[in-house]
């Protein structure tokens, strides 16, 4: 909103007064306009006769992040379960190399079971995808109603398959919905709110770092022929387990965080307006 937006917004508001050395002042919060901000007490004032178009309803997402962090969770088992497979299957190609006999049923069952552990991380990964883009999409969309934001809200879900693009401006992203519920937070509650870009930072790290390791992964696995080559593609799976483990923990911690800002940031805009209301009754 313009600062002329403010000025006709002010002028239509009742609720004001003179005072010959403060000048205009508001009677609802006994403070001077605040032509930075919205005046959130005008919107919910039925007094008023000319009632300004609002931003877009924000929208509940608490449900969102509970969502994506079951679905992270249920994938962070399946990581100790795909480690665990991918060493027995070493073991296994070990006592291959060595010379060791091993039966048609033992080979066919650990197909069998590193088939159905891979599908299954494919599916959970999938569904985990989807369901942090929602959380993510719609923290983004509210951040965006309260204070405007830096991109369409749209981007929060298609910057992630745009080449190049997807390697720093997802984390962007994040960084604004986390330090702009910060600002929101220490303006309504008027304490200073911790930024959490050391655990963003954190968790972007990782995942890139386990994307190349998921490309170097995919790669070796299609080429894995021999014995010797299977080994180094099983080896490589561990590791990219063993990242993808801490990854999943600190996406569960960000989500969480950010989560909590957006709900302690909901209560203060209640309260802010219950307050004002009071205020405005006196």
């Not at 073991?91 to 010379?99: A, M, Q, S, T």
């Not at 923990?249 to 004002?276: D, M, P, Y």
Request: hydrophobic residues 40%.
């Amino acid at each position: 909103m313009t600062r002329a937006e403010h000025l006709v917004f002010c002028k239509q508001c009742k609720n004001r007064y003179l005072d010959f050395n403060k000048g205009l002042l508001c009677n609802l919060t006994k403070k001077e306009a605040d032509f930075e901000g919205e005046c959130s007490d005008y919107l919910y004032d039925s007094s008023n006769n000319y009632i300004p178009k609002p931003k877009e309803a924000i929208r509940p997402n608490k449900q969102r992040a509970k969502w994506a962090e079951y679905i992270l969770w249920g994938l962070l088992g399946l990581s100790f379960i795909s480690l665990i497979s991918s060493y027995l299957q070493y073991d296994l190609l070990l006592k291959v190399e060595e010379g060791y006999y091993v039966s048609d049923n033992e080979l066919t069952l650990n197909d069998l079971r590193e088939g159905i552990v891979g599908i299954t991380n494919i599916i959970l990964y999938i569904t985990s995808v989807i369901f942090f883009i929602r959380w993510f999409r719609r923290a983004y969309f509210n951040l965006n109603s309260r204070s405007g934001t830096s991109h369409d809200e749209g981007w929060a879900a298609g910057s992630w398959f745009v080449p190049f693009l997807n390697l720093y401006r997802p984390v962007q992203i994040m960084n604004e919905i986390d330090e702009g519920n910060s600002v929101l937070i220490t303006r309504y509650s008027h304490e200073p709110s911790k930024k959490n870009s050391l655990l963003i930072g954190g968790w972007w790290a990782l995942w890139i770092l386990g994307g190349i390791i998921g490309r170097y992964i995919f790669k070796t696995s299609l080429r894995a022929n021999s014995l010797t080559e299977l080994i180094e593609s099983t080896q490589a799976d561990m590791f990219g387990q063993l990242i993808d483990i801490p990854l999943t923990i600190l996406a569960i911690l960000v989500i969480r965080a950010v989560s909590q800002k957006e709900t302690l940031l909901a209560n203060l805009e209640i309260q802010h307006v219950e307050n004002a209301a009071a205020v405005g009754s006196k």
